[in-house]
């Protein structure tokens, strides 16, 4: 059974920043690619960044292109959201997903999944970190 396990959300003001790590346990690292999601209130949740199994290759969100950044250490089972110059409208709660290489081999196809697409295309998530940006 695979887990994910979410931290470094919390409350941050306009222009700060948060790095959110998301500790995987139960499959090797290799075989799946992973991303981060977010849902605000009210909001379908959305894809924010997509890694691809090695690490080489990412997607994001038009929204936050140029202030996150997604990588990910297979050593330790890791991958991480370094999110800078956040917006009150970064608030949301952030979800780690993962999806099995022979259903999403690359992050482009994670990361272009609508709400009801992913409901159904990811196979694992974590439970969420808040995030909540004041102005």
């Known amino acids: 059974q695979l887990q994910l396990v979410e931290s470094g959300g919390g409350v941050v003001q306009a222009g700060g920043s948060l790095r959110l790590s998301c500790v995987v346990s139960g499959f090797p690292s290799d075989v799946y690619t992973i991303g981060w999601f977010r849902q605000a209130p009210g909001s379908d949740r959305e894809a924010v960044s997509c890694i691809d199994r090695g690490g080489s290759s990412t997607d994001y969100a038009d929204s936050v292109k140029g202030r996150f950044t997604i990588s990910r250490d297979n050593a330790k089972n890791t991958v991480y959201l370094q999110m800078n110059s956040l917006k009150p409208e970064d608030t949301a709660v952030y979800y780690c997903?993962?999806?099995?290489?022979?259903?999403?081999?690359?992050?482009?196809?994670?990361?272009?999944?609508?709400?009801?697409?992913?409901?159904?295309?990811?196979?694992?998530w974590g439970k969420g970190t808040l995030v909540t940006v004041s102005s």
């Open positions: 997903a993962v999806a099995f290489h022979q259903r999403i081999t690359t992050p482009q196809e994670m990361c272009i999944m609508t709400h009801a697409e992913s409901a159904i295309g990811i196979d694992y």
